[in-house]
């Protein structure tokens, strides 16, 4: 398994995206879409970044009944993502569903993530809102197992997990995890945060990293920094 690091394009527009990716005349970066890009701008934006030569994660954590779950993915599938994801907690039938959406008529797919719980639910939320009464970092790792036992590739995870998430999983299971930040940058509205050689350290497979690249002065050496501590 490679590790890269996974640029968060968390803009609300395509000219702001295109503004930003732009700056990158070297190497191209996985990038992340999420909901708000891809809301706004459609599939269109999905096409047109990977055309530009980018990998692409598709952070839309899909969540319905799986026969709905398997045809979403089946379209997501056509647009040649390389990474998709859906949320743990839609079953393990749900899961299944989705890698047979996901699976092409060549057998080849993207790789399919699922989410545990969110970091940003926490104990008391879990328990009250959701009745789940269990400590949550056992939810968590029941929710990855799951994930394995429905043939995903991995899970989002806090990078505080990530080295449980291997134990329990394996280590191709891959984990990919966002809440990083420099050492020497602001944490913003991130609770639980790692350095990027921490991440690495620790087993991280992908680090998804947003603002301390998109907001930086210079986003290409933010970029470049990111890698060198965690890849290289
Ligand atoms: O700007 P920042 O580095 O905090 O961006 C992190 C990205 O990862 C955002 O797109 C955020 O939605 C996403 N994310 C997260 N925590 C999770 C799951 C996803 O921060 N548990």
Not at 17 to 46: C, H, N, Q, S
């Amino acid at each position: 398994m490679g590790k890269d690091v996974i640029i968060a394009c968390d803009f609300s527009s395509a000219a702001k995206t295109f503004e930003f990716l732009d700056r990158f005349t070297g190497r191209k970066p996985f990038v992340k879409i999420g909901m708000e890009l891809f809301y706004a701008e459609g599939p269109a934006i999905v096409k047109e970044i990977k055309k530009r030569g980018h990998k692409i994660f598709l952070d839309l954590k899909l969540h319905d009944i799986p026969n709905t779950v398997k045809k979403a993915m089946s379209v997501l599938s056509n647009l040649d993502v390389d990474l998709c994801n859906l949320h743990a907690g839609g079953t393990v039938r749900m899961m299944e569903a989705a890698l047979e959406g996901l699976t092409r008529e060549d057998g080849t797919r993207p790789l399919l993530i699922a989410v545990t719980q969110l970091t940003s639910t926490d104990q008391e939320s879990m328990e009250n809102d959701l009745l789940i009464k269990e400590p949550i970092d056992k939810v968590v790792m029941h929710y990855a197992a799951n994930a394995k036992k429905a043939g995903l590739d991995g899970v989002v995870c806090s990078p505080l997990e990530a080295g449980k998430v291997h134990d329990i999983c394996g280590k191709e299971f891959i984990t990919v995890t966002p809440g990083v930040r420099f050492a020497d940058g602001d944490v913003g509205d991130q609770k639980r945060v790692m350095t990027p050689a921490e991440a690495k350290k620790i087993g991280s497979d992908y680090i998804v990293v947003g603002r301390p690249i998109t907001a930086a002065e210079d986003p290409v050496a933010a970029y470049e920094r990111c890698v060198a501590e965690f890849c290289d």
